[in-house]
């Protein structure tokens, strides 16, 4: 969107793009000089700033969370590269998020963004069906264990494939998940966090799981984001997934999220 300040909305204005946020998924906002005190109240105007779960935020402003990947060596390990949803392992996952460039490398670390709404409308009305009552498993404790392996030895294959305990401690959220303002339906699985489906055993939940992963990434869904300095982009968890990629080094990247408390899905 162009030819708006992020800055001074007015009520009109900011219903427009929250009108065009549930209908697109993702709103791309460039030339945005603001400060952390304007993405703050930016996030306000959305709902209740969520709390995020790897971070403690920046000096003066707890609900921005710092995104910055240093060049050279001991970087942390790059988490982003999967597909994945923001959070889904909270009991209320963020609805939305907003992410905001300072310093962009000259190449790569793009973000893909693929529609969930649009996988779930092309599914068949048989696996639709099959879906809705079921309900995925979420967790973050296979990543922190993979992190920690990551920490040790860095050159180890990491292996980030959940184990019983995983499975035993993750959130259930429904598959299928509906948006609270326009009634609409989308899948809510990722590569990350899901990790499982209740009421089945792993063998029986890994192949649908694994389907539903492929099919919500297809090409046709995605759109590809190249950033920009002063670029601020807002998102809709429960709209689309995405993935940045660690393609940039030896250049640095900085930027800034905040999310928007969520509603237990449903």
Known sequence: MHEVDLAALDDNVFAQIEAALFRFGVLVFPAQRIS???QVALTKRFGEHGVDAFTDGVDGYREIQPVIREPGPGAPLFFGARWHTDSPFLERPPAVSMLRSV?????GGDTLFSSSRAAYLDLSAGM???LEPLQGLYSRTHLTRAMEQWREDP?????ISPIEQDLAAATPHPLIRTHPATGEK???VDENYTIGIA?????EAEPLVSYLISHVTRPIYQFRLRWQPDMLVIWDNRLVIHQAFDDFAPHRREMYRSTVLGEVPA
């Open 186 to 188: 989308a899948l809510y």
């Open 155 to 159: 050159e180890r294959a990491l292996d």
């Open 199 to 203: 009421g089945l055993h792993r063998r």
């Open 103 to 107: 310093e962009v490398p000259p190449f």
């Open 128 to 130: 639709q069906t099959l």
């Open 36 to 38: 952390h005190a304007d």
